[in-house]
């Protein structure tokens, strides 16, 4: 397959075949994310896009599962979208699942007949990076939107019955109180907005974004393994919905648990209590094997 620089992913579309659609972030400037800080954003022409699914098709044979890269393929024009929908389906006649990273402005541009249009051609799960529900680190980090904006975005897109994975950042508001406070609002965002998954990843400083200098220059202090498991432990304690799958065994977490919410939410805590109780560090993912 064509691909134009490195490609990301969440890791639960490992088995999807992944479309690059755009090259890039069409918002590009959240502190803490470095995946496509060498890349000029553009969106691929339908030529191109057309010409990559055939060659799949011809590669692969019939496929389930597509990823639509880069990070915020809803920023396609609704045309577009639709169009490279249909080639996909038309091509894989087993295709099930078309999932996208989706950025908060970009959701936000679209209008509710839009969303459900994508919905109904096949736009099955989108991923919105929600970080935290704390106004005022969305703003330190800048993603673009207020906690009621980006509440916003994910109400839209539950409303237009597409499968939203909440992802959320362990640690971004680092030491202090803002920690507790972060947390908490983002179980409140969490409560309110009703996704269907949420997935806590932890704060990792990568080499390039504003968020590794702040911390080079001592501007910005990352909570430790003990700290950020604090956190999780408000989340779990304050989120009230039912049936939410949380994912919380990415690579960055010094502690994978996963489990739904509310059913599995003694079990998760009392996981967490045993770690904070003895603070014993060998029960953590090593450092060495944490990454992004």
Avoid: W
Avoid at 21 to 36: A, D, E, L, P, V
Avoid at 38 to 61: F, N
């Amino acid at each position: 397959m064509r691909y134009e620089g490195n490609i990301f992913r969440p890791f639960s579309e490992a088995n999807s075949y992944l479309l690059q659609c755009t090259i890039g972030c069409s918002h590009n400037r959240c502190t803490f994310c470095g995946m496509y800080k060498d890349k000029s954003y553009r969106i691929r022409g339908i030529d191109e896009i057309r010409t990559d699914i055939a060659l799949a098709g011809r590669c692969y044979g019939d496929i389930e599962k597509v990823f639509l890269c880069d990070g915020d393929a809803i920023a396609i024009d609704t045309d577009i979208l639709l169009t490279i929908l249909k080639e996909l389906y038309g091509t894989f006649p087993s295709l099930r699942h078309v999932g996208t990273y989706v950025g908060p402005c970009s959701t936000l541009r679209k209008t509710m007949a839009e969303l459900r249009t994508l919905r109904k051609a096949g736009l099955t799960k989108a991923y919105l990076g929600v970080e935290s529900g704390d106004d005022r680190v969305l703003a330190e980090i800048k993603k673009g939107v207020s906690s009621d904006e980006m509440l916003q975005a994910g109400r839209n897109l539950i409303e237009a019955d597409i499968g939203l994975s909440s992802m959320i950042l362990l640690g971004i508001a680092g030491k202090g109180t803002r920690s507790y406070e972060h947390a908490l609002a983002t179980a409140k965002i969490t409560n309110e907005m009703k996704p269907h998954y949420l997935a806590a990843l932890t704060v990792t400083p990568v080499p390039s974004t504003v968020l590794y200098r702040k911390v080079q220059a001592g501007e910005f202090e990352i909570p430790d393994a003990f700290e950020t498991l604090e956190e999780m432990k408000v989340l779990f304690t304050h989120i009230s919905m039912d049936n939410l799958k949380f994912v919380g065994i990415h690579a960055s977490n010094y502690l994978p648990i996963n489990g739904t919410l509310q059913r599995d939410k003694d079990a998760m805590l009392a996981t967490i209590d045993a770690v904070l109780k003895t603070r014993n560090g060998r029960l953590l993912r090593d450092e060495r094997l944490r990454g992004l």
